[in-house]
C-alpha cells in the first residue's frame, strides 16, 4: 500500500473522540428511515456507509488506498490503509471504542470537530446502521503494531475484541453480509456499486479505490484520477466536442469553506452541473450552487462588456452561460447543514457568498489568461441568448393564440373528466392506430389519452427554439401544464401521472427513448417528482377455448403453454400464440385489461439514480457523435432480448 501522511501532532485518533448521541434499537424495525429503503437502493447503502468512514480517514490525510470487494455469496469486504478505528476503551461508555461505533447510532470521530474537520455519509448514521441491518459483520483492525478482530450478528456482540497477532501497518477492515430478514433485494449491481466509487475516486484525487466482483468468474477494477474532477469533467463531456480545449480548474481555501471547481463548455445545448458536499452528491443543489451560478452570469458578462464584445444593450441571462457547460462543484464543509426532501440540498448560507467570491476571481483570470477560450464561450453563449429570443417571440405567439382560441388544449387530445391533477393520467400513445383504440378502451374519467405521430424530435440535438417549433412537443407541453427549462412550475401539472405508451419493437423503443430525453433535459423535475411512468403492454397472447393469457416475456409465455396444456413455447394442443408487433393489434378490451387497468396492467417509474451517469447516457446514446453510439451497441448487444428485425 502507498505511503501514507505522518500523524500530526494532537492528530491522536482516540475512543476518547467517540461521542455518543443515540442507541440503536429503531434501525432494524424501521430501516428505511436511515438507509431510504430495503430494496436496492438501501442494500448499495450499506457498502457506501462503510466506504465513506474510509474517505473521512482519506479526506483527513491518513489513508490513500480503499479496496471493496464483492464475495461469492454477496457478502462485502471494505478494506482501507487509514489509521484503523480506536480500540481502546471508552472514558464514559467503558467500552472498546469499535464496539461503541458498531452498536451505538450516532458514535463516530465525526461528532468530534478535532477528529475529522470535514466528513461525509449519510448525516453521521454510520456503520452502526451497516451493523444493525447485517446477518453478521467482522472488523479487524491493523493499530500499534497488532490486530484486533471482534464479531457481531444482527448488531448484536457475538465476540470480544481480541488480538490476532502482530500487525503491519494500520487500517480498518469490514466484512458484512446483508440480512435476508430486513432487504427484499440481496444481488449487488456491479455497475451501481462501480458509479458511485469512480465518483469518490474523481472527487478525492489521487486516492486508489479498487473493486473487485469474485463473482460469475471475477473481475477487478481500479480507479485512481489524479487530475481529480477536471477528469471528471472531460469523463461527464464525453464525445461531445470542447468550445475551448482547456479545463478551467481552480481550488481555494476560505474559512467558510474549501472550494473546487472544474468546469469546461462543449458544442452541445444542455447543461451538466454537479454538485458536492463533503463528499455527498447534493442533488438538490443549495447555496454553494446559487453562489456558482450568480458568478458565472456576472463575471461572463462583465467579461464581455470588458472587452467590447457586446453589442448595445447586450446582456447573457443565467441560461445562456449554462448552455453546453459541464461542470463539477466540491466544496468542503466542517459542519453541513442539509434541507430538502432527501437531505441533499446545502442551507449553508455562508457558503453561497465564499463560491461566489471565489468563482468571480478564479474564472476571471480564466478569461483574462485564455482569451480565445473566453471568446469561444461568449459566442456560444450569445447564440444560445439569439435562440432563447426566438423561442419567447414563439411562446408569447402561441400564449397570444391560445388566447384568442380560449385556452384550448391540443385538439388530438382526449381529455379526462376529473380536474383534481393528483387523481389524473396521460398516456402518451404511439401512432393514432393504437391512440384510438386507447381513447375506446380507457376510463374517461381520469384517463386522458394523446396520440403522438411518428417520432418526436431529438431534443439532445436541438436549441431551445427548435424544440418549441415542433408540433409533437408543443402538444405534450401544452396537455401537461407545467412549462419547461426556466418557466417550468410543478404545480402547473395536470396530470400526476404521465405514461409512456409505445409499441414492443424497435421502433417503439425509439420514441420511448426519445420521450425519456425530453423529459430528462426539459422537465427533470417531471421525474423527480414521480410523474413519469413507463407502460408496459404484453408480448403475447397465449390462448386455449375461453381460456387466455397475456404475458410479458417468453418465460412467461411459456409458463402459460405448459398451463394451458400445450409443449414448450410453440402451439398446439389447442393453444394459440399471438405476438403483439404494436399496441394497434389489441383491441380496446384487451389494451385496457393488459396495459391500463390499474388493477392488472404493469407500469414502470422512472428514476434517475445518477443524474451524471444518465447525462452521460443521453449523450451517447442521442448525441451528435456515431463512435460512442457504436461502441454502447457492442459492448451491450450480448444482454438484448426480443430484438425486432
Not at 401521472?497 to 425509439?510: E, F, N, R, W, Y
Amino acid at each position: 500500500m502507498a505511503k501514507k501522511k505522518q500523524e500530526q501532532a494532537g492528530s491522536e485518533y482516540t475512543a476518547g473522540q467517540i461521542q455518543v448521541l443515540k442507541g440503536l434499537e429503531a434501525v432494524r424495525k424501521r430501516p428505511g428511515m436511515y438507509i431510504g429503503s430495503t430494496s436496492a437502493r438501501g442494500l448499495h447503502h450499506l457498502v457506501y456507509e462503510v466506504v465513506d468512514n474510509a474517505i473521512d480517514e482519506a479526506m483527513a490525510g491518513y489513508c490513500t488506498e480503499v479496496e471493496t470487494t464483492v464475495h461469492a455469496d454477496n457478502s462485502i469486504t471494505v478494506e482501507d490503509n487509514g489509521r484503523g478505528i480506536p480500540v481502546d476503551i471508552h472514558p464514559t461508555e467503558k467500552i472498546p471504542g469499535v464496539e461503541l461505533a458498531m452498536t451505538v447510532l450516532h458514535a463516530g470521530g465525526k461528532f468530534d470537530k478535532n477528529t475529522y474537520k470535514v466528513s461525509g455519509g449519510l448525516h453521521g448514521v454510520g456503520v452502526s446502521v451497516v451493523n444493525a441491518l447485517s446477518e453478521y459483520l467482522e472488523v479487524e483492525i491493523k493499530r500499534q503494531g497488532t490486530i484486533y478482530h471482534q464479531r457481531y450478528e444482527r448488531g448484536v456482540k457475538a465476540t470480544e475484541l481480541k488480538k490476532l497477532g502482530k500487525a503491519k501497518g494500520t487500517g480498518t477492515k469490514v466484512t458484512f453480509k446483508p440480512d435476508g430478514e430486513i432487504f427484499t433485494e440481496l444481488v449487488y449491481s456491479f455497475e451501481v456499486l462501480s458509479n458511485r466509487l469512480r465518483e469518490i475516486a474523481f472527487l478525492n484525487k489521487g486516492l486508489d479505490i479498487i473493486l473487485i466482483d469474485e463473482r460469475d468468474g471475477g473481475h477487478k477494477e481500479k480507479y485512481r484520477y489524479d487530475g481529480g474532477i477536471a477528469e471528471y469533467v472531460t469523463f461527464l463531456r464525453g464525445a461531445r466536442p470542447p468550445v475551448h480545449d482547456k479545463v478551467c480548474y481552480f481550488e481555494s481555501s476560505r474559512p467558510e469553506a474549501e472550494i473546487e471547481l472544474a468546469l469546461q463548455y462543449d458544442q452541445g445545448f444542455s447543461e451538466n452541473t454537479h454538485t458536492f458536499v463533503n463528499n455527498i452528491n447534493t442533488h438538490e443543489g443549495g447555496m454553494h450552487l446559487t453562489g456558482l451560478k450568480a458568478a458565472l452570469t456576472r463575471t461572463i458578462n462583465d467579461y464581455a462588456r470588458r472587452n467590447g464584445i457586446f453589442k448595445k444593450d447586450e446582456s447573457l441571462s443565467g441560461d445562456d452561460v449554462r448552455e453546453g457547460l459541464t461542470c463539477v462543484l466540491s466544496v468542503r464543509v466542517r459542519e453541513p447543514q442539509f434541507e430538502g426532501q432527501t437531505k441533499t440540498k446545502l442551507g449553508n448560507s455562508e457558503v453561497k457568498g465564499a463560491v461566489e467570491a471565489a468563482v468571480n476571481e478564479h474564472l476571471s483570470t480564466f478569461l483574462d489568461e485564455n482569451p480565445r477560450a473566453a471568446r469561444g464561450i461568449i459566442e456560444k453563449s450569445l447564440q444560445a441568448a439569439r435562440a432563447r429570443e426566438a423561442a419567447r417571440k414563439a411562446r408569447d405567439l402561441a400564449r397570444k393564440k391560445s388566447a384568442l382560441e380560449g385556452g384550448i388544449l391540443p385538439g388530438k387530445l382526449a381529455d379526462c373528466s376529473i380536474s383534481d391533477p393528483a387523481m389524473c393520467e396521460l398516456y402518451l400513445v404511439e401512432g393514432d392506430s393504437a391512440g384510438g383504440s386507447a381513447k375506446q378502451g380507457r376510463d374517461r374519467g381520469y384517463q386522458a389519452i394523446l396520440p403522438l405521430r411518428g417520432k418526436i424530435l431529438n431534443v439532445e440535438r436541438a436549441r431551445i427554439d427548435k424544440i418549441l417549433s415542433n408540433e409533437e412537443i408543443r402538444a405534450i407541453i401544452t396537455a401537461i401544464g407545467t412549462g419547461i427549462k426556466e418557466e417550468f412550475e410543478i404545480e402547473g401539472a395536470r396530470y400526476h401521472k404521465i405514461l409512456i405508451m409505445t409499441d414492443a419493437d424497435v421502433d417503439g423503443a425509439h420514441i420511448r427513448t426519445l420521450l425519456l430525453t425530453f423529459f430528462f433535459r426539459q422537465m427533470p423535475e417531471l421525474i423527480e417528482a414521480g410523474y413519469v411512468y413507463i407502460a408496459q403492454p404484453p408480448l403475447y397472447r397465449v390462448a386455449k377455448g375461453k381460456s387466455e393469457f397475456y404475458a410479458y416475456d417468453e418465460q412467461e409465455r411459456d409458463e402459460y403453454v405448459k398451463r394451458l396444456g400445450g409443449d414448450g413455447d410453440g402451439e398446439g394442443k389447442g393453444v394459440r400464440i399471438q405476438r403483439y408487433k404494436g399496441l394497434g393489434e389489441m383491441n380496446p378490451d384487451q389494451l385496457w385489461k393488459t396495459t391500463m387497468d390499474p388493477d392488472t396492467r404493469t407500469i414502470l417509474k422512472v428514476q434517475i439514480e445518477d443524474a451524471a451517469i444518465a447525462s452521460n447516457l443521453f449523450d451517447r446514446l442521442m448525441g451528435d457523435e456515431v463512435e460512442p453510439r457504436r461502441e454502447f451497441i457492442e459492448k451491450n448487444a450480448k444482454y438484448v432480448k426480443n430484438l425486432d428485425v
